[in-house]
C-alpha cells in the first residue's frame, strides 16, 4: 500500500506542467550567424483548444514579415510533435527542429525560413517508467486534440504561405509519431470537403482540372503511429473517386505516410499498445461478395482490425510506393536522393492496391534509424524528392478520361443499356408480379455470370445497383463490353 | 433527376464531333447517365491530358429509366439553338472541336 502511494506521489510531482511553455515569447526571429529562421510556438490544451489565439496571429505575422523580407517568397515548415514531447526547451522535438530549420536556412539562398512548431501535451510525466506507460493515456489525447482550433490554425498557416497559384512559396507540413497523428486527422476532413468544393465547381463550370487551391507542397506522416483505420477512409474515397494529383508531368503526393523499416516502435510496439484498446472496440469483418464493385476496399484484408493494429506505412496492402537503393539514379533522377554515395529511389510498388494520391511507403533505415531520430540530412534529401521543383505548374486533380472506343464497343454498350433499363423497368413495375419476380431472377444470374455472389445479392435493390456497377466497368476498360454483353446474353455483331 | 450520383469526366477536345458524340454516348451508356454538361476546360493544357480538354458531366437516370442517346450540334453565333420540340437540350456551351472552339449544343430524343 505504502509502495503505491509512493507512486502516485511521484507521478503527482513529476507531472509536466498542463501550461502553455510559450506565453509570453512565442515567436523566435532570425539572429544573423546563429540562428537564421524564424522560430514560431503555437500550443494547444489537452483538449485541444489554444492556450493563446495569439500565438496564431503571431505566427501568421512572422510568416509575412519573412514574405516580405523575401520579395513573396517564403520557405515554412510546420511540424506537430509527437509522444513524450511539448513545446518546452526540455523537449527534444524543439532542439531537433531548431537544427532542421537551421540546415534548410542555410540551403536555402535568400529566401527566408520559418518554422512553426505545433505544441501539445504529448508528454504527461517525466517519470521513466510511468512515461512508458503514458501511451494510451496520450494516444487518446492525440485523438481528442485535433479539433476546430487546430485545424484552423493549420489551413491559416497554409493559406498565409501560398497565396495563390503563381505563389513559389514553399510550406510543408510533418507530423511526427501521435504528431502523425494529430496531423492527418486534423486535415482529413478538411481536405475532404475542399476536394468536393473543387469538384462541384468543376462540374458546374466545365473547368479542366479539379485544382486544390494549394494547401501546402507536402504534408508528411513519418513514423505515424496513427491506425490505419485514420487513413484507410481518405484513402477509399481517392481510390474510388480516380483521382490524381501531379505537380507538371510528375505523381506527387497529397499526403505522404512514411516509416522506417528501422522503426520498431510502430512496427512491432504499436499493435501491441493497441490491443487493450481494440477489445472494447466493434471491429467488422469485410464481406465482399463483389470486390469490383467496391474499389475502396483492398482485397484479401477480411477483417478491419488489421488496419486498426498496424499503420498505413506499415501495411502492406496500403503501401503505394517502394524505395530502392541503387548506385546511380533512376532513369528519372528526380526520383532519386543520393545519401552518403547512393541513391534511394522511389517507385510505385508492383501490383499495387494504393494507386491514390496519399502515398505510403517504408524507408531505409540508413536514413531514419529508429522511430525517433527524424531530424537528420538523409531523411531532409529524400523529403526533396516528393516536392515539386520550381518549374513545375501547380498541382491539380484530375478525373479520368474516356478512352478511345470502336464502333462494335459503342454498339454493345448501347444494348446493355437497352437491357439494363428492360430489367429495371420489369422490377420497377412488378415487383410483386411474375414479370418482375424473373427479371430480378434474370439479373442475379447475369452477375453471377461476372462472378457476383453471395448475401450482397439477397437484396433486390442491391442486384441492380451492383448491375450498374459492373457495367460501369466498361468506362475504364471499353473491352468488358464483350464480358458483360454475353452474360446478359446480348450476341455482338462482329 | 438532379439529386442522382453524377460522374465527371474528360474528353479529348481535339477529336471531331462525331468522335466526341461517340464518346459521350459510350460514357454514358457506361455510367447509366444522362450528358448534363459539357464544356471546354479552363485554363491550358492540363497535365498528362489533352492539348485540348472538354470536360463532362453524367448523371445517372432513375432505376429503370432508359438512356437517351446524346446528340452534338455545332451553332453558329449567339442566337436560340432552335431546338425542335421533341428535342431535350441538355447543354450550350463552348467546346473544343477539333482543337477550335466552337458552340455547341447538346440534346437528348424526347
Known sequence: MRNVLLILLLSLTACVPNRSFRQSVSVYPPIPGESPYTLAFIEFDDMGEFWDRTQLNRALQSINDAKARGNGQVIVVTFVHGWKNNASDDSGNVWGFRDELKDIAGRSGNIPVVGVYIGWRGAATNVPFLKELSFGNRRNAAIRIPGANITEALHKIMRTTKQGENDRSKCVLIGHSFGGMVLERALTQSMVSLINDEEEKNGKTGASRISIPSPADLIVFVNSAAPATEGKQFLGMLKAGHYYYRSGTRDVPFFLAITSKGDTATEFLMPIGHFPSKITKAMRQYDLCDPDAHPEFPPGIPNQSTYYLHSTANSPVLQSHEIFVSDRPDDDPANCAEVHQKWYCVRPKANRWNDTPYWAMRMQAEIVPDHGTIFRPEFRRLLEVFLPTRDETPRTLERVAIPNITSSQLDLSSKIQKKRSELEASWVRHKNEKEGQDALKEARDILGKLNVSGTCLANPDNVFQLLRNKIKDIVSDPSKVVQIAEAMGIKSDQ | ?110
Not at chain 2, 70 to 85: M, P, Q, R, S, Y
Not at chain 2, 86 to 103: C, L, N, P, W
Request: hydrophobic share 35%; no cysteine; aromatic share 8%.
Open chain 2, 1 to 110: 433527376m438532379s439529386a442522382n450520383p453524377t460522374h465527371l469526366a474528360a474528353i479529348d477536345g481535339d477529336a471531331t464531333l462525331q468522335v466526341q458524340e461517340d464518346k459521350l454516348n459510350f460514357g454514358q451508356n457506361g455510367f447509366t447517365a444522362e450528358a448534363t454538361s459539357y464544356a471546354k476546360a479552363a485554363g491550358g493544357k492540363p497535365p498528362n491530358q489533352f492539348n485540348h480538354t472538354n470536360n463532362v458531366t453524367f448523371t445517372e437516370v432513375d432505376i429503370g429509366a432508359d438512356v437517351r442517346p446524346i446528340h452534338l450540334k455545332v451553332v453558329e453565333g449567339t442566337g436560340a439553338a432552335n431546338l425542335a420540340d421533341d428535342q431535350d437540350e441538355a447543354f450550350d456551351s463552348e467546346v473544343y472541336i477539333e482543337g477550335a472552339v466552337k458552340r455547341v449544343v447538346g440534346y437528348h430524343e424526347k
